[in-house]
């Protein structure tokens, strides 16, 4: 093979593995925790009394590519069932059909329709995620904002088996929403029971090694 030829065949391939980077398809992360420590936090401060609960049954599937993460997509499903708060009394009437009726709708679910404003930062990208969030059978289009942060190659080590390799994307968000938006006991006992819930999520999703 002469010099020219050579040349033409080192340039195609660097073109070809450019273009195969470029249109790398993103990764699907799963966040069935099976270490259960993905959770949901949220708080209700009313006059009369301060309410906070949290909830590990979280899973779904977010499909994240680190070049391009205003690409996201994907959908979180919170199990109702597993919401709990310290008083066992406040419990029975969380679950009960007057307020979320876990048994009629098992499931709040959040699924992501656009990413706005993402600034990546190393490992970290921050944006603005709109989506569907699903309450006791009311959907609402809300906006909140979302930190992503994907690390390659650590799955196992979350694990503690560091052999198994694969990725995370640990996803963070604060934000409120009104229980009234929602149906849930919409202008009552509201000196105990705040309108605004307060939720703060931390979770992290698993992608492993192909």
């Known amino acids: 093979m002469n010099k020219i030829a050579a040349s033409s065949l080192l340039f195609a391939l660097a073109v070809g593995a450019g273009v195969s980077l470029g249109h790398a398809a993103p990764k699907s992360f799963d966040f ?10 949220f708080n209700l401060d009313a006059p009369l009394e301060a309410i906070s609960g949290s909830s590990t049954g979280i899973s779904g599937t977010i499909l994240f590519d680190p070049a391009k993460p205003a690409a ?10 597993t919401l709990s708060v310290g008083n066992p009394m406040m419990k029975d009437h969380l679950h009960s059909p007057g307020w979320l009726d876990v048994a009629k709708f098992p499931e709040i679910t959040f699924e992501a329709v656009k990413v706005a404003n993402a600034k990546t930062n190393g490992d970290t990208t921050t944006a603005d995620v709109t989506g569907k969030l699903t309450i006791k059978g009311v959907t609402k289009e809300i906006t909140v904002p979302v930190t992503f942060t994907y690390l390659a190659g650590k799955m196992g080590a979350r ?5 198994l390799g694969g990725d995370l994307l640990v996803v963070r968000s604060k ?11 919409p ?6 029971v705040a309108e605004s819930i307060e939720l703060n999520l931390s979770i992290a999703g698993a992608s492993p090694a192909a």
């Open 32 to 41: 069935k925790d099976p270490k259960g420590v993905n959770n949901v936090q």
């Open 72 to 81: 996201t997509t994907g959908k979180i499903v919170i199990a109702t069932p």
């Open 159 to 163: 694990i503690n088996k560091p052999e």
């Open 187 to 192: 202008g009552k006992n509201l000196d105990k």
């Open 175 to 185: 934000f409120s929403v009104n229980r009234s938006d929602f149906d849930i006991q």
